[in-house]
């Protein structure tokens, strides 16, 4: 009897040993294709944003309060052709200075701009709400004559009328202070530090036609954030089957031989 009862006990205790490698396994190829899987996406996400975006560092306050000096933004490389009325473009121009400048673009080829009836900025006849001018202040310090705008070029304010070098100090130049298209490099879409978000698009032009719409930023966000949160997941298996591992072996242990 006694040898019976040996031989029935010592396949059980190997079955039961036997079980938890198997679930072991599956638990880390799981782990291994999560933190591949989060690799993938916080690269990529990394990767799509570098190709995407470039980041600038703003010097000046003439973009208050829509952006304020020292702030760190991310501009979407456009080409010029893709710019539209109330968005905020970095640009370059040697007729305004050696370095990148961020205006708000008012108007566009064909279109007429003049300032200021009733105290708004006027295109085409319409008069625009600018919503994001700093609160109780004019759309211009001073008036300034219809200009129209030639083919492919873009007339640009800052939103800080009082405190910016934009189209109107260059009304006397050839181009009747406008800038080429081709001068845009990027479309600014958020600002990151201090983080004030998406610029919200200015509906006071949509009367005048379609606005730009947001970039990508959002999704590699997400991306970049899940990626994050698999490779993390993934990595924390192998402790935490150690732990469930150890305490269950010492809750084993501690069992009277007589249950098993």
Known sequence: MGGESAMRTTPRSSGSTGAAPVGSRLGQRLSGLMVGLGLVLFLG??????????????????????????????????????????????????????????????AIGGDTVSCCQDGKLKVNGKEIDETYLPQGTPAEMSNFPTVTVPKGRLFLLGDERGNSVDSTAHLTDAASGTVARSAVDARVDSVVWPMKGTLERPTGFEPLGALSSPGPLRTITLLVIAGAVLVLGGGAYGPIAKRTGAARARRESAEPAGVR
């Open 45 to 106: 996400g990394f990767a799509w944003g570098a190709v995407v975006y470039r980041p600038y560092t703003v010097p000046t306050s003439s973009m208050t309060p829509t952006i304020d000096a020292g702030d760190r933004i991310l501009a979407q490389r456009v080409d010029g052709g893709e710019v539209r009325r109330g968005d905020v473009v970095v640009f370059k121009d040697a007729t305004w200075a050696n370095a990148p400048m961020v205006k708000r673009v008012v």
